[in-house]
């Protein structure tokens, strides 16, 4: 009797740490930081951020690689805003053309996450 006891408290015991174990390794959160790092070193760079005013595009930055929410540098807090490197689209035509790849990739902020749609395209055409 006393040995089943013991069985059964060590099994609960090793299930719960299983349990553990794969919501820390395994969980959603844990997949999703695996897949963008994935996606950041492999170079997945074919996001394009759109930024609207009254519904209407004004401004479109192509082959956008991530965006990442900033943090302070001594504070763990995270700022209001978003960054993020691309080309950026000077006539909106959604075509990455000679002049605007000579400029090279320009630093940009979001500032307020309802003004701006981010997606991966899957090819942006070149001129």
Known sequence: ???TVIVLILLVVLGIGVFWIYRILFSPERMNIIGRTIETTIGFDNGVV?????GVLVK???KVEKLTTATGTYQKQT???RFGY???DINL???LNR????LGKVYFEIPS????IYYDAKKIPEE
């Open 1 to 3: 009797m006393k040995k």
């Open 50 to 54: 759109e930024f609207y005013s009254g």
């Open 60 to 62: 479109r930055f192509l």
């Open 79 to 81: 700022r209001p805003y």
């Open 86 to 88: 691309g080309y950026i």
């Open 93 to 95: 035509d959604g075509v």
């Open 99 to 102: 002049n605007e790849k000579e």
């Open 113 to 116: 996450p309802r003004d701006y």
